[in-house]
């Protein structure tokens, strides 16, 4: 596509040159990755903590994305952070961001949603909330804002722990917040 594009373009030679260049620097670029074939998540933390340890390290929403948002071998459902984003927005509430439902996440576990993701064992991890206990703890948490609260917009939310800690209630006391409400 971008032979067709110098092609029908009017660039000079010195553009196109320089152009190719850039392409040519792009495609000869190697981008390191590895492979780890295990079914022990703790080494696959591990060996992820370490690798991430230099450079322009990952947020700690990112590291929870990568390690645990997808599907595990393992029979640990998925909690993909940015599918519980979407569910906070109802009605255009907005999308809280996601290291906000990180640890709102972490909060409705029992987990200290400020500890290192690095410091989570496979006890913590296996007791999660799951996604659906998750999602509906977070559609009641935006419902009591909106209506309850009259906040119209995650953005005017005054104080974002605010969010976590109501997000942990009503995992906790769904039932008796539903009957109240």
């Known amino acids: 596509r971008l032979g067709r594009w110098i092609r029908d373009s009017a660039l000079d030679e010195q553009a196109i040159n320089l152009i190719e260049e850039v392409q040519q620097r792009l495609l000869d670029y190697t981008i390191p990755a590895y492979v780890i074939d ?23 929403d990112e590291v929870f994305q990568a390690l645990l948002g997808a599907p595990s071998r ?21 999308t809280p961001p996601r290291s906000e439902i990180l640890k709102a996440v972490l909060a ?34 935006v419902e009591f804002l909106k209506e309850d609260c009259n906040i119209p917009h995650v953005s005017l939310i005054p104080y974002p722990v605010v969010f976590v800690i109501l997000a942990r209630w009503f995992h906790i006391y769904s039932s008796d917040a539903k009957e109240t409400r």
Do not use: W, Y
């Open 38 to 60: 295990t079914d022990d998540e703790q080494a696959l933390r591990g060996v992820f903590a370490r690798m991430n340890s230099s450079g322009a390290r990952m947020r700690a």
């Open 74 to 94: 393992n029979g640990h459902a998925s909690l993909d952070l940015n599918s519980l984003q979407q569910v906070c927005n109802r009605d255009d509430f907005g």
């Open 108 to 141: 409705m576990s029992g987990i200290n949603p400020t500890q290192r993701l690095d410091d989570l064992s496979d006890p913590d991890i296996n007791k999660l909330v799951s996604p659906e206990d998750a999602t509906e703890a977070l559609v009641q948490t």
